[in-house]
């Protein structure tokens, strides 16, 4: 190995130790780098291709093993065998330097000697595993080459085996040396039994004398021939052998193609046997055909798309004349007798001759298209048009045009077919016109339906109608639809459902329209009877209802009664905004059934309120039933069993109760009677209040307090309370004695369970909306919100919110204000005491009934 192509880079911090080593590997022959540090030294090996580098392992920064770390990482450098200096021995260095890929070492000081043949033995190294790889990679490639040669020759003999024709290779002397799978198959012998056969035996127009001349033939040029072949169940089948001639492996050979014509000769006998097939049919078929000429058409085609015309729908525009000149161009070669028939000509020489006068302007736009079609490289066209008899009659015709197999590029044999439809459309447009009204009519049952399962599925009745509304309109493709509904005394209308299907949402829903009078009404409402009015904005009709329907967009309306049980409850109105479109019988009766499935729904609806309110009232009865019976078990059962105890102690001890102890217990037993006595008038004030009715009158609120507080006044003595008065009261409407019970309660409660003394105060503050808002407010402790919302809930006991007493009074209150007209309620927070209030007519409305009541 010579030195001249060897490079090798030295990479060392110590310019002196550079300089000599430089010095002396370039005597030895070598081109040398150098390198002062390591990022230098990373540059230079990838800028400059090295064969060997002397790394120095000391040096500051970046040392030589981070060096030759990045070297065995990049692509380009890291095959470049790398010698390590070093001025250490130790073993531990040596190790990891190897590990970093390292070749070898070499210790300073240098014999340069030593240096020099490591150096020439690494290059050496690397040269004989370069040649290695090399003969490596050589040695793979010629490994690939012969399995890809392996692979072709499968693929050859699969192919061979496979290929559509049966293939033998006979030698010189007529012996079959070679056969394929196909051969196999085609005459059903094993490979086997056709190698140890002849040619002679499967071909019986080749004998050993006739052989000779034809191995000399097929020597000279290539041979196919139509044979007989024997197949091994002696059946003889018609083949088509091609022969031909090769050398193989200095080994003479005609390798045979045989191929099964049984098809040919059948295909040959059957087009034969179709062209007479075809002239019998084409001359006797129930259907007008022809042959004609288009070869000049396609020709002139053809020049226009080499003249550079594309567009030929716009070159025909601007050419109108063109057109006819193709309309002449059409060579008619045959008709049969059907076409004579069905263009009224005795015979084809009449036809030929007036074949002019069938032409009507859609068959004139049937060309046209036709042109276009054959512009666009169409093979066949279909269309159905109008042609002229040669009496001047016109009947509607399915025409077909398409060119005979082999004429697809000339045009120059088009069939043409022509069949009689005129009847088949006289058919198609009465069974168009039934099936228009069986799918309006199916339209009609299957919308019907839908407002039926929607109008039993609703919950809610307004969302119910609003969906029905709209599946109406859109079912009478109707401008809009309205539903109105009767108020309680039939006077009002209004509207529950609005649909607008031709421009904005009008809010029309809730508002009310007066009940039409004279014929209008009488009709409607008298004699249930639908109306249907035309241009309802010329008529009377909207007089008492101007903004009942847009009247500069109605065409014509229809308003159909909702009747239950014999009632009209509501009206349902459908309206058209196109002139030309008129209400039918069969929508009149149809809206008459859907007003009617209406009316049921609404009716049903009501009830269904009505059982609900019912329902909630007897659940609300029996909760007051179960909370009584607890009320009475408990508050009343209290006083009756203290009288009871004080009542059996008197009578077992009453000798030895001296006159003012008889007194004590006997007011103990009067009080507590007397408590007993106040639950069950509060109980019958309770049942009262919900079924009494009281005549109602500007309160005296004065002497109504003072009774109220009058008696109270043994608890205000016993609580110790205090309660403030205000000198005047503004005029309310109510009931005295029951306005005196409220009061009485509220003050009960106020001592009861205010501070310790109790302080009330009492007020009254006239409202914006007509009403007296009267109030007592404590100093007591408060009450939390969801003590407030129960409060005055029915026999929820007091002591359940606060400390003590019966479940009666608040009950009564709320009663007794709601009959009255007004509300109660209570405004408290923790710590900051309550006010309890209850609001009644102001005095302008005297001798009226509450509102609701």
Known sequence: MTTDSNTILIVDDNPDILKMLSQALVLAGYAVRTAYDGPSALAEAQQHPVDLILLDIAMPEMDGFAVCRQLKQMAPT????????????????????????????????????????????????????????????????????????????????????????????????????????????????????????????????????????????????????????????????????????????????????????????????????????YRSLFEDAPIALGEADLSRIKAHLHHLSQAGITDLKSYLAGQPGVLGTVLEAIKILDVNQTALELFEAETKGE????????????????????????????????????????????????????????????????????????????????????????SRRVDELTTFNLITQTLSAVTDLGTGLEIVAGTTARLFAGHSTMVLLFDEDLSTLTVAAYVNRSGPELQKRNRQFPRWNGLVGQRLFEQRRSLVVSQPHLTQLLVDA???VEVDKVRHMMIVPLQARGDVIGLLVITLNQPERQFTSAEIELAETIAGQMAVTIENGRLFEQQQEQRRLAESRSQELDAFARTVAHDLKNPLGVIVTYADFMTTYAANLNPESMAEKIQVIRQYGLKGTNIVDELLLLAGVRKQSVP???????????????????????????????????????YGPWVEEVWINYLSNGLKYSGQPPHLKLG??????????????????????????????????????????????????????????????????????????????????????????
């Open 696 to 734: 109602l009158a500007v309160l005296d609120m004065d002497r109504i307090v003072y009774q109220a507080e009058h008696r109270i006044s043994f608890l205000r003595d016993e609580y110790k309370g205090q309660i403030v008065i205000p000198a005047s009261w503004p005029a309310a409407v109510g």
């Open 351 to 438: 036809f030929l001759s007036k074949v002019a006068s069938i032409l009507t302007w859609p068959l004139y736009a049937t060309f046209y298209r036709l042109l276009l079609a054959l512009g666009e490289g169409d093979q066949a066209f279909t269309e159905e048009t109008v042609v002229r008899t040669l009496s001047g009659d016109c009947r509607h015709v399915a025409l077909k045009l398409s060119p005979a197999s082999d004429h697809h590029e000339s045009w120059d044999k088009v069939l043409i077919s022509v069949v009689d439809i005129t009847e088949r459309k006289q058919a198609e447009a009465a069974l168009q016109k039934a099936h228009d009204e069986l």
């Open 546 to 548: 101007p903004d009942l």
């Open 764 to 853: 009254a503050t006239p409202q914006p909306d007509g009403t007296v808002r009267f109030w007592v407010r404590d100093n007591g402790p408060g009450l939390p919100p969801e003590k407030q919302a129960v409060l005055f809930t029915e026999f929820t006991r007091l002591d359940e919110v606060r400390a003590k007493g019966h479940g009666l009074g608040l009950s009564i209150v709320r009663r007794i204000v709601e009959k009255l007209g007004g509300t109660v309620g209570v405004k408290s927070a923790m710590g900051q005491g309550s006010e309890f209030y209850f609001t009644l007519p102001a005095g302008n409305g005297v001798g009226q009934p509450p509102p609701g009541k």
């Open 78 to 277: 890291q095959d470049i065998p790398i010698i390590f200096m070093t001025a250490m021995s130790d073993v531990v260095d040596e190790v990891k330097g190897f590990q970093l890929g390292a070749v070898d070492y070499i210790t300073k000081p240098f014999q340069f000697e030593t240096v020099k043949a490591r150096i020439h033995t690494h290059l050496t190294l690397q040269h004989l595993q370069n040649r290695l790889a090399q003969k490596n990679w050589r040695l793979q490639e010629e490994i690939a080459e012969r399995e890809k040669t392996a692979k072709n020759l499968r693929l050859t003999q699969f192919s061979v085996d496979n290929a559509a024709d049966a293939i033998f290779w006979i030698g010189p002397e007529a012996r079959i040396s070679f056969v394929n799978f196909t051969a196999c198959e085609l005459l059903e012998y094993s490979t086997e039994e056709l190698l140890s056969m002849s040619w002679y035996d499967l071909d019986a127009n080749y004998t050993p004398e006739v052989w000779p001349g034809h191995w000399q033939r097929v020597q000279q040029h290539p041979l196919t021939i139509e044979s007989r072949h024997r197949k091994k169940d002696g059946q003889v089948i018609p083949v088509e052998v091609t022969f031909t001639y090769i050398n193989f492996e200095d080994h003479h050979y005609h390798v045979a193609f045989v191929r099964d014509v049984t098809w040919r000769r059948w295909a040959t006998e059957e087009l034969f046997a179709s062209e007479n097939r």
